[in-house]
């Protein structure tokens, strides 16, 4: 009898183990979708301007981490949300000294958002987001090689409104994809996997 209990005590604590084990496992996952892309973000010897610099390409997202996020200056809701939770995360991650390992990269779908209107756009959020702008067939192979969706819905006067994707992309120091965050996009999932990552 004295066998048994020990047999039953030995067995109570393996399944304890067992569960506490991968209940941590699970809690150290990331947040984001994983993605293993084998080609970098933008197209290779390709530079785009941005509102930072002249040349902007995949060497320039090599070295830190990049979120990425398509939008469009005259987006009446959900790109100013995702700009400003973006902006917010950003101040969460300068109490940490982290806020330098990480860009934001902004690209618009609309080819009539010059370079002087996403640069106002985007650094009305944050003077550090980075906004490119790219022709319309630029946009179209870029959006085939990420599978981002984009589509003219309707008119208003001159501002053109768009359906498009509202995934935030995780770019890594190698300026490829690992991973997406897709609607709702909440700071602290983002948070959390972003201390790990810049640290």
Same mark, same amino acid.
């Not at 917010?88 to 990480?102: A, M, R, T």
């Not at 702008?133 to 085939?144: F, G, P």
């Not at 770019?171 to 997406?180: H, P, R, T, Y």
């Given at each position: ?13 393996? =399944? ?15 947040? @984001? ?38 939008? @469009?200056?005259s987006c009446p809701d959900f790109c100013p949300d ?9 101040e969460l991650l300068k109490k940490d000294n982290l ?35 790219? &022709? ?11 599978? =981002?969706? @984009? ?11 768009y359906d498009h994707t509202g995934a935030l992309f995780? =770019?890594?120091? &190698? ?11 909440? &700071?602290?999932?983002? @948070? ?6 810049? &640290?």
């Amino acid at each position: 009898m004295r066998m048994n209990k020990s047999y039953i005590i030995y067995g109570l604590a393996v =399944v304890i183990l067992t569960i506490t084990f991968f209940h941590d496992d699970a809690q150290d996952k990331l947040k @984001y979708t994983s993605i293993n892309a084998t080609d970098m973000f933008l197209e290779e010897n390709v530079t785009y301007k941005s509102t930072k610099i002249d040349n902007f390409s995949n060497n320039s997202l090599k070295g830190q981490t990049t979120l990425v996020f398509f939008g @469009y200056s005259s987006c009446p809701d959900f790109c100013p949300d995702t700009l400003a939770k973006s902006n917010q995360l950003f101040e969460l991650l300068k109490k940490d000294n982290l806020d330098k390992k990480l860009q934001l990269l902004f690209i618009s779908v609309d080819p009539k958002d010059n370079l002087e209107v996403i640069k106002k756009y985007v650094e009305y959020f944050n003077k550090d987001f980075i906004g490119i702008s790219m &022709n319309a067939d630029a946009m179209e192979r870029l959006a085939k090689r990420t599978g =981002v969706y @984009y589509k003219k819905v309707s008119s208003t006067g001159d501002i053109d409104f768009y359906d498009h994707t509202g995934a935030l992309f995780v =770019v890594d120091d &190698n300026a490829k994809i690992i991973g997406l965050y897709t609607p709702p996009l909440l &700071n602290k999932d983002i @948070y959390d996997d972003m201390q790990r990552i810049l &640290n």
